[in-house]
């Protein structure tokens, strides 16, 4: 079983590629054609880690998968907007998405950082 601060410091992980991804997309708002990026959802990107979030399996006959190195991008589906040089990234999305992950960053870090304080205080190293 993975532990709390092995998930948080996975979601740590997995934040900083969404982060990159986000600026990708926000990097290529004037290339032509360029079609945005989204991020896969964190227990996907877990179970591509080989973390305790199972690959979900709809038929016996599913296959199991592999363990491949796991990544945060997907492809968006049906980008609502596109520009008349085919670009179909929206800053507003954009803009929105990357508070987001600040937000999700900021409140994992925390997290992680309770985790450890409650280890040093039980472990007689104080705060």
């Not at 907007?81 to 929206?90: I, K, L, Q, R, Y």
């Amino acid at each position: 079983m993975t532990s709390i601060l092995d998930t948080a410091a996975a979601r740590l992980s997995y934040l900083g590629d969404v982060q990159n991804l986000l600026a990708n997309n926000l990097a290529n708002i004037d290339t032509p054609g360029y079609q945005a990026v989204g991020a896969v959802p964190f227990s996907d990107y877990l179970s591509q880690a080989g973390g305790s979030v199972p690959m979900l399996q709809n038929n016996v006959s599913d296959l199991l998968g592999i363990n491949a190195a796991p990544t945060a991008a997907s492809a968006v589906a049906g980008a609502a907007e596109h520009s008349p040089d085919g670009n179909a990234v929206s800053l507003d999305s954009q803009l929105e998405q990357v508070s987001k992950n600040q937000t999700n960053q900021q409140l994992t870090a925390n997290l992680y950082q309770v985790y450890m304080g409650m280890f040093k205080t039980a472990l007689g190293s104080g705060a």
